[in-house]
T-cell receptor, first 117, second 113 residues
Framework: NAGVTQTPKFRILKIGQSMTLQCTQD?????MYWYRQDPGMGLKLIYY???????DKGEVPNGYNVSRSTTEDFPLRLELAAPSQTSVYFC????????????????FGPGTRLTVT | GESVGLHLPTLSVQEGDNSIINCAYS??????FIWYKQESGKGPQFIID?????DKRQGQRVTVLLNKTVKHLSLQIAATQPGDSAVYFC????????????FGAGTRLFVKA
């Protein structure tokens, strides 16, 4: 298994540009997440999805959009990039059994380092 | 690599010593706890987990202790090695009908050779 893969690894955007960060997992996990991590800080949840066709906002969703058309893919869209969106973005996935109230650990991708200038 | 941990609490230990990393969690209803390790330039990686019906769990060289009375979690690393140098995050999982995972701020571990 490749696990969680993210592309691109690095990207520089100009203010006002848009881009999509790609995330794919091959573990058949139902839950997927997008986090951002600023230097010296912890992880902040942007959006998450509990299954194909279902997405929900996390702690810091403004300026971002997501979609989950398949179990494997969970792209993150940045519209009108701003310097405040300069960060490292991590995608993660996990397997959880909501009906039984059982959660398991998250598997993280290698991250995308984004700079907006 | 990425400069994670510039402003994080730091623990410095001698190679071969034991390390203890502490974490206070926020919600008394959280029922699942995980420790992650993040090396420079990489994503967090699962180390060990514990559910709320336990107070101790051991892995290879690592032990997690859970004290629900004071909402405290600790990670003990035995015989710390240079490869253990990283940022360590605790995470609590709250089952609210949908799962909510809350990550702690992280602790940077330096291992001196």
């Amino acid at each position: 298994n490749a696990g969680v893969t993210q592309t691109p690894k690095f990207r520089i955007l100009k203010i006002g540009q848009s881009m999509t960060l790609q995330c794919t997992q091959d573990m058949n996990h139902n839950y997927m997440y997008w986090y951002r991590q600023d230097p010296g800080m912890g992880l902040k949840l942007i959006y998450y999805s509990v299954g194909a066709g279902i997405t929900d906002k996390g702690e810091v969703p403004n300026g971002y959009n997501v979609s989950r058309s398949t179990t494997e893919d969970f792209p993150l869209r940045l519209e009108l990039a701003a310097p405040s969106q300069t960060s490292v973005y991590f995608c993660a996935s996990s397997y959880s059994i909501r009906t039984s109230g059982i959660a398991y650990e998250q598997y993280f991708g290698p991250g995308t380092r984004l700079t907006v200038t | 690599g990425e400069s994670v941990g510039l402003h994080l609490p730091t623990l410095s230990v001698q190679e071969g010593d034991n390390s203890i990393i502490n974490c206070a969690y926020s919600n008394s209803a959280s029922d699942y706890f995980i420790w992650y390790k993040q090396e420079s330039g990489k994503g967090p990686q699962f180390i060990i987990d514990i559910r709320s019906n336990m107070d101790k769990r051991q892995g290879q060289r690592v032990t997690v202790l859970l004290n629900k009375t004071v909402k405290h979690l600790s990670l003990q690393i035995a015989a710390t090695q240079p490869g253990d140098s990283a940022v360590y995050f605790c995470a609590e999982n709250l089952n609210t009908g949908g799962f909510k995972t809350i990550f702690g701020a992280g602790t940077r571990l330096f291992v001196k050779a």
